[in-house]
């Protein structure tokens, strides 16, 4: 069509501010091994749930879970999901990725962790967008964070020995109890010139895992020399991080997401644990639940999937949006805590209370008859911090929700790219835009105030000629109410209002 000799033409303009296009922050990633159920096919299991392959499905999904085995921590982790929704919600939206479960523990947790470069394990998640129309952005890993690969850091020789001929071989005893333990393994170096026939130095091959006890180095042989006194050796045991815990923030930091993690049970063990984990991204909680499984059987299960489901319950409260704590709800579907710990609302020397200084979140028990108890009754989840080490973004609502508010805007403004030249309109639109975004957040309680502007130091002609402006937009998130403190004194003006009222009432007695 070409325009008209004698007429009007009327083209379409559409750069004005735009209609805020929302983050979906609440889908739920779940990464781990499990098996078929017995009644399913193995190809319908494996077309269902493709060995290290991301599947999105929904909660409810009957058809698809009935396939899976319904003892295994994967339905318990969905189970505990769906056991917090809330009034009219019927299911969460999930990102599944199964994968290989080995003999040996750390074989399995290195199966979850997967590659970067291969895009396998919790890593798949990162590609969730493209390959599956959503980011899961509530992580978790039930059954698999809690453990820590004690190794061996450290070999000291304390005396080279003599008279050997050639290098003993070292031995390793202790290293504690645990089931999983792998015993570490190292070679001596023999001495030459004045250290000949001695010891030199020590060499570690392998660390070893889950070593939790004090380790004895043996050493034997060293040759036929019957003079020879063999070396002695001290080793240290370091409790390194769980390896899932540690892999997380990347995946975490990619995708702007976050994981609840299961930590032990106990403050000291909870402390050793934790102190071995820094993020914003990691919400930490302690202890586990029990609950009863198909048999009537009470069994002990992460707590994990139970926090990630109050978590959607929230957010699903608020429209979706991830600004809401969820300190002080109630947990449901389950019996009762793996262990009870003690807490007081005003008491911090409690377990409970030191668990929350050390970031970590807990799961109590209400107790009608105690002042100090969180709830009258049922099962209460506490917890408002993640593991940063910033004070500023302890709070995981805060980075929730400013996640939010970033990729509601990265979402938003990408449609003004490469359609509209860069006017004072398009800038106007532009800061508009962003300006609506954080007005909405600070209508509904979001956020405390904001600031959007043209940036004035940064911006300049260099930079607008090659298409480039900078918007500075300040916004503060609401912190959460976490604590209280009253002033309780006596009111002396109360006794002479009483004063004052009994002598008003006697002058009505007496006339």
């Not at 299991?45 to 493709?50: E, G, I, L, S, T």
């Not at 994981?259 to 000291?268: F, I, Q, T, Y």
């Not at 209370?353 to 506490?382: M, P, T």
Request: charged letters at 20%; a negative charge; proline letters at 5%.
């Amino acid at each position: 069509m070409t325009d008209p000799v004698f007429g009007i033409t009327i083209r379409r303009d559409a750069n004005e501010s735009a209609m805020p296009s929302n983050a979906l922050m609440s889908v739920v990633g779940i990464c781990m091994p499990f098996d078929k159920a017995a009644t399913a096919t193995q190809e319908a299991f494996d077309a269902a749930f493709p060995l290290g392959v991301a599947v999105r499905l929904n909660s409810n999904d009957t058809a698809l879970l009935a396939l899976c085995d319904k003892d295994s921590l994967f339905i318990d982790a969905v189970e505990g999901v769906n056991a917090q929704l809330g009034p009219f919600q019927v299911a969460a939206q999930l990102v599944v990725n199964r994968v290989a479960e080995d003999d040996d523990i750390g074989e399995t947790i290195a199966n979850i962790i997967g590659s970067s470069v291969d895009g396998t394990g919790i890593h798949s998640f990162v590609n969730a967008g493209a390959d599956l129309g959503v980011y899961p952005r509530l992580i978790m890993t039930p059954g698999y964070t809690t453990q820590q690969f004690g190794a061996l850091t450290q070999l000291t020789l304390s005396t080279q020995g003599s008279a050997m001929t050639i290098a003993p071989t070292v031995g390793f005893t202790g290293g504690g109890s645990d089931p999983n333990k792998v015993l570490p393994t190292a070679h001596a170096v023999m001495g030459t010139g004045p250290d000949a026939q001695k010891v030199a130095s020590l060499v570690i091959d392998t660390a070893g895992a889950y070593l939790s006890g004090t380790i004895a180095v043996t050493f034997s042989g060293g040759g036929v020399d019957g003079g020879k006194v063999l070396p002695t050796a001290a080793g240290t045991i370091e409790e390194l991080a769980n390896g899932v815990c540690a892999a997380l923030p990347e995946v975490l930091n990619k995708i702007l997401a976050v994981a609840v993690v299961d930590g032990p049970n106990g403050l000291a063990a909870f402390t050793q644990w934790r102190e071995t984990l820094s993020s914003d991204r990691l919400i930490p909680v302690t202890p586990g639940v029990k609950r009863l499984d198909a048999s009537g059987d009470v069994v002990t299960r992460p707590a994990a999937p139970r926090v990630i489901g109050v978590a959607v319950r929230r957010d699903y409260q608020a429209d979706g949006r991830p600004f809401r704590s969820w300190a002080n709800q109630a947990l449901y579907g389950i019996v009762g805590p793996e262990q009870n710990y003690r807490f007081s609302l005003t008491d911090g020397a409690t377990e409970g209370q030191e668990i929350l200084a050390a970031q970590g979140s807990i799961i109590v028990r209400g107790d009608s008859g105690d002042d100090f108890a969180i709830a009258e009754g049922g099962f209460v989840y506490i917890g408002t911090d993640n593991l940063s080490a910033e004070t500023i973004w302890q709070q995981y609502h805060k980075v929730r929700g400013r996640d939010f508010i970033e990729l509601t805007c990265l979402r938003t403004l990408r449609q003004f790219l490469g359609r509209f030249n860069l006017t004072t309109q398009t800038i106007q639109s532009v800061i508009n835009t962003v300006h609506n975004i954080l007005a909405k957040a600070e209508a509904q309680g979001d956020i405390l105030g904001f600031k959007v502007k043209f940036d004035p130091d940064l911006n300049n002609a260099q930079d607008l000629r090659a298409g480039h402006i900078y918007i500075d937009a300040q916004f503060e998130e609401a912190p959460v109410f976490r604590r209280l403190t009253m002033t309780s004194r006596p009111y002396a003006p109360a006794l002479q209002a009483t004063i004052d009222e009994i002598l008003a009432r006697q002058n009505l007695i007496t006339g």
